[in-house]
């Protein structure tokens, strides 16, 4: 889905795009987070100050967990966005890989706490 407050991000995708969908990993000279879902981002670490994962349990929909990169932006009056990253079905998918990205790039993480999927 396109978001306009992220277009600072999104670069031209590939021609092969769903072949990268869901994918996500760091530039070759570690600088960046490179990641697809609907579009080919390109974010800065310099600006990620955080990873969060959104955890929801299932309840009337099916649960699931986001993988959020909090942005710095540099604007007092908004200092930061939020970019998903990546999605997972299950409410833990993502705990593991997020602490390891969060280790490597040297970025705070924060699990979320459970919600429910109302």
Do not use: H
């Not at 490179?34 to 080919?40: K, N």
């Not at 932006?73 to 890989?97: C, E, F, H, M, S």
Request: net charge negative.
């Amino acid at each position: 889905m396109f978001a306009e407050t992220q277009i600072e991000f999104m670069r031209e995708p590939p021609g092969d795009l769903a072949r990268f969908r869901g994918a996500f990993g760091l530039s070759a000279d570690g600088e960046a987070l490179i990641f697809c879902e609907d579009a080919l981002y390109v974010v800065p670490l310099a600006q990620i100050s955080t990873f969060e994962v959104v955890r929801t349990l299932p309840a009337k929909g099916g649960g699931g967990s986001s993988l959020i990169a909090r942005c710095d932006t540099g604007y007092p009056a908004w200092p930061t966005k939020d970019v998903q990253v990546a999605r997972g079905q299950g409410a833990d998918d993502l705990n593991d890989i997020a602490t390891r990205l969060a280790a490597t790039t040297g970025r705070l993480l924060k699990l979320g706490d459970y919600g429910y999927d109302e």
